[in-house]
């Protein structure tokens, strides 16, 4: 008979930037906290916890999705990419820059967050010809909370890799 203290588990297999993991988890755990306390990866952080802020955002084959939405089981088989890959992409790299450049950071809560949906936006645009739109960039990143900066150099840095992509002079490794 199982007492309330037992909780399921289950053996999940899911690559992690770019290591691939084998771990024993609570079938309730969020993705989040798989990756904070099983992976010890601790830039994904626990905002609201409802999926409303952000600070959980990591990719989920190729999909930015929220970490405290999405259980670590659902991810069986699956990669998640965080903020934290040793092997950033170009893109990534860019946007941390600018991100410094510009000053879009000050207490870090939301940035890894806001870096993987910049991401994700940078990504899509990638074969955009057209300038950067910065009504565009604050839509696309309006589903991630930053109390700290006000939004305007979070937007500046996006947008400085959005040309600079577009102008071809962010990096030869993004061109091919």
């Known amino acids: 008979m199982s007492t309330p203290t037992d909780t399921p588990t289950r053996r999940v297999r ?3 930037n770019g290591q691939t993991l084998v771990r024993e988890v609570e079938c309730r755990r969020h993705l989040v906290d798989f990756l904070r ?12 916890e409802h999926g409303v802020c952000g600070a959980c955002t990591v990719r989920l084959d ?32 860019a946007l941390q820059d600018a991100f410094v450049e510009h000053n879009a950071l000050q207490c870090g809560y939301c940035t890894p967050g806001m870096l993987m949906a910049a991401l ?3 990504e899509q645009r990638r074969d955009d010809k057209h300038e950067a739109d910065r009504a565009q960039v ?14 305007h150099a979070i937007v500046d840095a ?6 600079r992509q577009r102008s071809g002079t962010l990096g030869e490794e993004v061109q091919a």
Do not use: F
């Open 14 to 16: 899911i690559t992690v």
């Open 37 to 48: 306390e099983d992976c010890g990866l601790k830039g994904s952080h626990l905002g609201c």
């Open 62 to 93: 190729g999909r930015i999705v929220r970490g405290c939405l999405v259980l670590a089981v659902q991810a069986d088989g699956g990669t998640v990419e965080t903020v934290e890959t040793p092997h950033p992409s170009s893109r990534l790299k």
């Open 120 to 122: 994700d936006l940078v």
């Open 138 to 151: 604050r839509e696309w990143m309006s589903g991630n909370y930053c109390r700290c900066t006000g939004y």
């Open 158 to 163: 996006v947008c400085t890799v959005l040309e």
